[in-house]
Every structure is written in C-alpha cells, then in structure tokens.
C-alpha cells in the first residue's frame, strides 16, 4: 500500500505556542489529504479536507483560523496548530487519497499542550 | 449527517473463538467502507476495504461484509489469537467527503 508520513510524530509544547505538523505522500501523489483529530478514548473526526492549491474546507465547528492547514504541494500538506492551549492536546491524524479511493493514513502526531 | 455505530463497543473472549464485530451507518450513499485496527497510543493499520459495489472482502482470517442497502457490516474474525487485541474502527465514505468513524470496538483475546 502507498506510505504517508508524518513529522513530529510527538510533541510537547507551551500553552501560546504555535505547532507545525507535516504531512507527506512518499510514494504517491496525494489529490486530496485529510485531517482527523482523536481525543482520549474517543474515535476519529473530520477536521478539514485540502486539496492541492486550494483552500481547506473546514467541519463544522473547527476554527479555521486556529487551525491553518496548506496545501502546497501533491505530497505536502501542513497543519498548524496556532496559540495552542491545552485543550488542543490531541492525536492528530492525516491521510492521502490519489483517486477517491482508498485512503491512506500517515502513523499520527501526538500533542501536548502544557 | 452521516452516523456510524458499532457494536459491541468492548469485547473479551478467549483464544481460539471466532467472532464477529458489527458496524452500521445511516447514509448508504457512501464510495466504501474500511475496517481499521488500533493498538493503544498508535495510528491505524487499514484491515481492509470494500468498494460499494462489492459484498465482501478477505484477508488471512478476517472477513468483512457490506451491505449497503441496510447500512451494515460486519468484521468476522476467525480462530482468534492474543495478538488480535486492539481496537478495531469502522470507518465509511470516501470520495471528497473523507471518512465517519464509528466509536470503535475494544477488543480483548484471553490466552
């Protein structure tokens, strides 16, 4: 199956801090990637959507101002968490899609927010 | 709004048994559906997929079933083994909707 990964895959950082999560297809070129978020013992939900060279579309009820997502690239997608606070601690998940397929998903990223 | 249910949400059986893990969704208009599995702390390993226009799908010991009209699946889990203990997520969509997870079923194998 095709590869994401994503970098940090953990993270500790100050409540006010900004956090930068990257996202990358290695092995395909991604037409749209993905963005979940997992609390405690909770399941997935849908963050946004992107597609290359376009806007985010955001779920209802996720800030799109707090979270920034970029598109820039077929393989690139970023997540920046700005002025996180701690109830932003969370495991934020993203994956690739190249052909309204199957979706792959990359290995996680774990936030702390102290 | 799509919904995606799953039961039972814990299970514990012993080695050996067979099993089957159900999932259902309120929207069948959906592109497929996928069976994840989870260990604590880590990030999804697909199981498997089945497009909407298929029934079933096979892998080693484990099965899966649509039924699309009904808006139900099933993860049959054949001659169970410790190792099968995770937490297994059904997850329906796909397409440029992205996936509905269901709540997941924590799934226990006694040695």
């Known amino acids: 199956g095709a590869v994401v990964s994503q970098h940090p895959s953990r993270v500790i950082c100050k409540s006010g801090t900004s956090v930068k999560i990257e996202c990358r297809s290695l092995?395909?070129?991604?037409?749209?990637m993905f963005w979940y978020r997992q609390f405690p013992k909770k399941s997935l939900m849908l963050m946004a959507t992107s597609n290359e060279g376009s806007k985010a579309t955001y779920e209802q009820g996720v800030e799109k101002d707090k979270f920034l997502i970029n598109h820039a690239s077929l393989t690139l997608s970023t997540l920046t968490v700005t002025s996180a606070h701690p109830e932003d601690s969370s495991f934020y998940i993203c994956?690739?899609?190249?052909?309204?397929?199957?979706?792959?998903f990359g290995p996680g990223t774990r936030l702390t927010v102290l | 709004k799509q919904e995606v249910t799953q039961i039972p949400a814990a299970l514990s059986v012993p080695e050996g048994e067979n099993l089957v893990l159900n999932c259902s969704f309120t929207?069948?208009?959906?592109?497929?559906l996928q069976w994840f599995r989870q260990d604590p702390g880590k990030g999804l390993t697909s199981l498997l997929l089945?497009?909407?226009?298929?029934r079933e799908q096979t892998s080693g010991r484990l099965n899966a079933s649509l039924d699309k009209s009904s808006g139900r699946s099933t993860l049959y889990i054949a001659a169970s083994q410790p190792g099968d203990s995770a937490t297994y997520l059904c997850a329906v969509g796909g397409g440029a909707d992205g996936l509905t997870f269901g709540k997941g079923t924590h799934l226990i194998i006694q040695p």
């Open positions: 092995d395909f070129q991604a037409t749209t």
């Open positions: 994956s690739g899609d190249f052909s309204y397929n199957e979706q792959f």
């Open positions: 929207d069948s208009a959906i592109y497929n």
């Open positions: 089945i497009q909407s226009s298929q």
